[in-house]
């Protein structure tokens, strides 16, 4: 793809559908801060901002949920985050399984890989995590918001760094036989912010069997679920039509809205 901009343009000068802004940083803390500030910078200011993605090459505090740490090294993984308008009423509670479902769709065709999601969001490649994603909104007073979507991919880590950093149970791209061409440069940043692009197509239509062609849960499996302090436990019922995750116990079944699969 060319650019205007001619051979320096960033990321090669690719464009993307629906995203109007790409802020590539070498190195920040947190892509998510980042555009965490952005939002309140355009809320304080009062103007409206278009989809926005922030990428970093290397990042060196990023968050995941429940307080976790998702840090990037060197090359060996990439960091983006969207900034987009959060659609107001029901559908809110849709975005992070979608975007999710989305996400697997996108670098599973990307790269070549059977990508698996588990509920809500985190991406894994034959049982080992390959991404993590974190979603927070930003309601404002008169009902519409933006949402922040952090991605963090481990590209071309390898098995003795991811070890070091005790992530037994993490992989890489390139871990996982992915080509090198398709390793290269800015093209796993540009696959990612891509698939970003592709979350703002509209709607995912019916999320529980879209959920069930990309997840790695299987109808029966024993699930563990902590939200804060609250841990549920129970067997893997599917999500309802909202992306809820239903866990059956002795005490009916259990539909819960967010959370982290910590025993599956």
Sequence with gaps: MTSPLGPLAPLGGARFGRVANVVLLEETASTN????????????????????????????????????????????????????????????????????????RSLSAAFGLDLRLKWPNDLFCRGKKLAGILVEGRALPEGAGYVVVGVGLNVSTTRSELDALGLAAATSLALEGVEPALLSGDLP???????????????????PAAFAAVTLHREGDPLEVRDGERVVSGRYRGLTKDGLLRLEADGGVAELISGDVTRF
Excluded: N
């Design 33 to 104: 801060d980042v555009a965490r500030a952005l939002v309140e910078k355009m809320v304080a200011e009062d103007t409206d901002l278009l989809p926005t993605c922030v990428a970093a090459r290397r990042q060196t505090a990023g968050r995941g949920r429940a307080g976790r740490s998702w840090s990037t090294t060197g090359e060996g993984a990439v960091a983006v985050s969207l900034v987009a308008p959060w659609p107001e009423g029901p559908g809110r509670i849709h975005v992070p399984v979608a975007t999710g479902i989305v996400l697997a």
């Design 189 to 207: 940043l540009v696959a990612v912010i891509s698939a970003l692009d592709a979350t703002l197509e509209g709607e995912v239509e019916d999320l």
